[in-house]
DNA sequence: TCTTATATTATAATTGTTATAATTAATTTT
DNA sequence: AAAATTAATTATAACAATTATAATATAAGA
């Protein structure tokens, strides 16, 4: 049950080199609960690696993606979202203030398999988002 | 059924001006089965409008977005693409080869609704994406 | 510890998109 | 229909996110 270790491991094994940026970035990611951009990632270890560079953090995510401990996701504004891979769950995103949550969900699996029989092709997995009002934004909505 | 009289007329409901520049993009988007992005609309009009500005595509996928008439579509990849709406529908993505193929499904409303009840949104849209390998990249597969 | 391959840094380049200001064109008012 | 008004277009610059480059530093294995 330690994410943390095993997502370590999982670099090993894949033969990828543990730093110590990346061993922070990682940590970041699993402890944050606000799927981060990049920049916050970057501002956030400002404290801890005065020197890091911008390009370390792209890059290393990069990396993780690749080795499939996180996730990369892109929502129509400008920069992308870095989710470490736990459980598979949906997205419920604020159209108001931004704020995402975790919705789990079983995979629509009948979906996938109607998508591929209609299209012929191999489908290999899907992605969902719901969009709304929070319910802070919810009750301060203007009529 | 003829779509691009529909659209401008509704814009010309909602008050924005029919210039030839709309008409053009409006048209391209309907006839274009290719989910273009902004510069592929830039480009396909260069020889009707030598004077177009890019700036002028997105400014009016920009109207066309808010007045309801265009969806603005943002996969991994760099940039946004643009569908003109009609009925709803998902997108099966190729992950080989970026080929987008419509995929008519009836919303899953009941997943917005839990969604819903699940987290306090209140829920407005979501969307979805199926990725996979299309049947020519399938064939081509390397194993 | 030495070596080698890889990672990091600093910086510049690139790309998609948006902002600005001047010009032009569409609509409204006279 | 002409003048006035409003909005759209253009050309350009600015911006922000991301990626490429080259030099330096560091991790892991011999």
């Known amino acids: 049950m330690n ?5 370590l491991d999982s670099l090993k094994e894949t033969g990828v080199r ?3 940026q990346r ?15 990049a920049d916050e990632i970057y501002k956030a270890l ?9 390009a370390t953090v792209y ?3 990069r990396v993780f993606r690749e080795v499939g401990l996180v996730k990369e996701l ?10 470490f891979v736990t459980t598979h769950h949906y997205h419920v995103i604020c159209e108001n203030c931004g704020k995402i949550v975790d919705f789990l969900y079983p995979g629509l699996d009948e979906v996938e398999h109607l998508a591929s029989h209609v299209t012929g092709f191999k489908v290999e997995n899907h992605r969902m988002e719901i969009y709304g009002l929070c319910p802070d934004c919810t009750s301060k909505e203007v009529h």
């Open 3 to 7: 994410q943390l270790k095993e997502a």
């Open 18 to 20: 543990i730093t110590p």
């Open 23 to 37: 061993h922070a970035i990682l940590e970041y990611l699993i402890n944050s609960m606000s799927h981060p951009t």
């Open 46 to 54: 400002e404290g801890k690696f005065p020197n890091m560079s911008v």
């Open 59 to 61: 890059n290393n995510l």
């Open 74 to 83: 892109t929502f129509g504004d400008a920069s992308s979202r870095f989710d």
